[in-house]
């Protein structure tokens, strides 16, 4: 079973700043997480991943809590490229992967 | 990121035949190689993990049998699909890691159809 929590769906109007919750309160100390994300039709695309420090990269940021039970993918400029579903993932070194069922994230104009 | 693609994107094959896909890293060398299925409307569904040089690891439920990995070298792994029938009509995925910190990066995905 994913150890994470994801809203079902979420709208963003382009251009706005796309925030995606993640829910993970039973993550442990040597867990990461990650965030991917798979536009219809396609293989997942690796979009950032962080341990306890919040992350930028040149296509998102992640914000994850002091007590990182929960974090937060942020798109600073949405864009209709960007509607895909989005997966938040939580995974130590040495584990395998586990999808849940993500966010399916629509980019309207 | 590093590149990982998968042969063919699409192949349709009548019930009963084998099916080969192969999922090659282009640009790295791939220690381990990840298969998984993704069902219309459904997540990605890990099958199998393999490790360069030696027998892949199955998940619970799915038929190491029926499902053949091979990876013969740190670039190319194959996943045949024997005997297919139309409920393994699906979406396979690979990803391959260099053993960096669990990154994964994904292939583009193969549409298996079985009439």
């Known amino acids: 079973d994913a150890k994470t929590t994801q809203p079902t769906s979420m709208d963003c109007a382009e251009g706005r700043a796309a925030n995606l919750p993640c829910n993970h309160s039973?993550?442990?100390?040597?867990?990461?997480v990650y965030w991917y994300r798979q536009i219809h039709s396609q293989g997942p695309q690796y979009i950032i991943h962080?341990?306890?420090n919040n992350e930028t990269n040149e296509m998102a940021s992640l914000i994850i809590t002091e007590d990182r039970k929960s974090s937060t993918l942020i798109l600073p400029h949405a864009t209709l490229r960007d509607t895909a579903v989005y997966y938040c993932?939580?995974?130590?070194?040495?584990?395998?992967?586990?999808f849940g069922p993500g966010t399916r994230l629509s980019v309207l104009p | 990121g590093a590149v990982v693609s998968q042969h063919p994107s699409r192949v349709i094959c009548k019930s009963g035949t084998s099916v080969k896909i192969e999922c090659r890293s282009l640009?790295?060398?791939?220690?381990?190689m990840f298969w998984y299925r993704q069902f219309p409307k459904q997540s990605l569904m890990l099958m199998a993990t393999?490790?360069?040089?030696?027998?892949?690891?199955?998940e619970q439920g799915v038929e190491k049998d029926k499902f053949l990995i091979n990876h013969a070298s740190l670039t190319l792994s194959t996943l045949t699909v024997t005997s297919a029938h139309p409920e393994d009509s699906s979406f396979y995925i690979c990803?391959?890691?260099?053993?960096?910190?669990?990154?994964?990066?994904f292939g583009p995905g193969t549409r298996l159809t079985v009439l």
């Open positions: 993932i939580v995974m130590a070194y040495g584990q395998n992967f586990v």
């Open positions: 393999s490790n360069e040089g030696s027998k892949a690891t199955y």
């Open positions: 640009d790295f060398q791939a220690t381990t």
């Open positions: 039973t993550i442990s100390g040597n867990e990461y």
């Open positions: 962080g341990l306890k």
């Open positions: 990803s391959a890691s260099g053993g960096q910190i669990n990154e994964q990066f």
